[in-house]
């Protein structure tokens, strides 16, 4: 029998980027489903006290710590941090991403590496730091981007890191599996953030009217919507699903 009950309570989660956008939809829900959270961030702004006051509000043992997982020092910290409150892990999702907009002519080294060490070096070191206290059953989920399939102009670097991110993954889905752990890409389409909401409005029309068009259900996502997909690759409903992108794009092309 399939168990429709989706079994998350008591899971130990460690999200990256989680105070705002996709990241903040992911950690919200999977406290609200009953699991144990610890998510990082990089910038002090409104955003960390408003998700600190949410999760209090949310059972379970939450924490949010200040990291930047495109530094190798961050990722040890945060895993110091993960060791110390959590001692296992459950499900990782690594989510934090950073992007820019540049013709390919001039973009320079230093934001090609900046823009890798977050979407892409820090999912191989937090992955290989959790080794060790990854139990069977455990489930690594990566945010990829639908992105990466179609190419995007003046995205070139994001683009490249995403389609690396579905490499590691299916490479990992085979290596890690013998040891029950699963290992997957959760590609998003065009999902509402706050960096969205913040563009001039008529930016946001734009950007809504080209993305609309190109979706077959007409809208653009929430962050909500991606944490469903979260929530099924995190729990033993998908036990037999690895190596797989699941696309969460409301049918993007
Ligand atoms: P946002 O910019 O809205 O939020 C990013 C979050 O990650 C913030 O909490 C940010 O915190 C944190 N973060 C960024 N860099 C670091 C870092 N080096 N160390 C620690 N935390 C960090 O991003 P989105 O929600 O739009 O994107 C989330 C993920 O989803 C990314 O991987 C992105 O590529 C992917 N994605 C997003 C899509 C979309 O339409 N939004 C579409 C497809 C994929 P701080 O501000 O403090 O740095």
Redesign the pocket.
Known sequence: MVQTQIAVEGKKFLV??????????LVLNAAAAGADVI???????E??ASLVRELKETPGDHHVV??????PE?VRSLMEEVRTRFGRLDVIV??????SHIPYANLALDEWQRIL???LT?AFLIIQESLPILGPGASIIN?????CEVGIPLRAH?TAA?AAMVGLTKSLAKELGPQGIRVNVL??????????LALPPDQLEAMKVRYTAKTALAR??E?DE?AGGMLFLASDLSRYVTGEVLHV?GGIT
């Not at 989680?18 to 903040?24: A, S, V």
């Not at 998510?39 to 702004?45: G, L, N, Q, W």
């Not at 200040?66 to 530094?71: I, K, Q, S």
Request: with cysteine; glycine share 18%.
């Open positions: 990256t980027g989680g105070t705002k956008g996709i990241g903040r939809g998510t990082c961030y990089r910038s002090e702004d955003s960390v200040r990291a930047d997982v495109g530094e961050g690594n989510n934090a991403g950073v992007i060490d977050t979407n820090a945010i990829g981007s639908k992105s994001y995403k590609a998003p389409g065009v999902i509402v953030t706050e960096a969205m653009l996502g962050a991606i794009d």
